[in-house]
């Protein structure tokens, strides 16, 4: 296959419309966590928003590692196994904070928090585990497949008693899983607009709508939370 290429300051990078995706992607990502770390919420959605803040934040490294990994992958050694080691391990913590939050758009009892929370940093420490001696690549990926399913059901079930921002955020996950199909099938226009851009775009509107779900009446947060309360009581 023949990869297209630029050279800038005497260095080659490979696939440039990928590396400026990738980049586009993360500007989005920085710009989300600004948005969640400064969103004026209810006392009630401060460690949600927190959480969701991280997720941007964590996404932001994947996509900056992954242009680096994309751009210099004819340079192997020290920076592009960093990149693919440090894109794999964000990829975790990004599915990590997605899960915290979503135990905090609940008010459960203190003990099923308590399981809850373990049951996830367990995850990721296995997942970390087994990134560093398998391949980064699909372990992230199936990581990342099997820990947002949780979060795309619950979600599903808070948006049909009363928060609307979950459907949003319900939404974002769907679409970010054609990103796999995108993978999966190589769906692409050309040499110069492969998979990897059409994913990132996907990725982008997927973030938004996640992203708009988070900040749709947040008072619908406290709302859910006082009839979860009510109905535990």
Known sequence: MNIPSIEFLGVVILWPLTV?????????????????????????????NSYWARFFLFLAIVTLAGAIKHGFHNYPGVLYGSAVLVSCLASGAATACAQLATVETFVLRKNTRFFL???????????????????????????????????????????RFAYAGSGWIAAGLLLSFLTGLIYV?????????????????????????????????????????????????
């Open 20 to 48: 400026m995706s990738n980049l586009l992607l993360a500007v989005l990502c920085v710009f989300l966590y600004r948005q969640m770390s400064r969103a004026a919420v209810p006392a009630a959605a401060t460690a949600r």
């Open 117 to 159: 929370r373990l049951a996830i940093y367990l995850q990721l420490a296995v997942f970390l585990a087994i990134g560093t001696i398998a391949d980064g690549f699909l372990v992230a990926v199936a990581n990342s497949a099997l820990g947002l399913m949780p979060v795309l059901l619950a979600n599903i079930v808070t948006w």
């Open 185 to 233: 099938f190589q769906l692409s226009i050309g040499p110069w607009f492969t998979h990897f851009d059409i994913s990132c775009i996907v990725m982008m509107v997927s973030l938004l709508l996640i992203g708009s779900g988070i900040n749709r009446h947040p008072r619908a947060h406290c709302f859910l939370q006082r009839k979860t309360l009510a109905e535990m009581n």
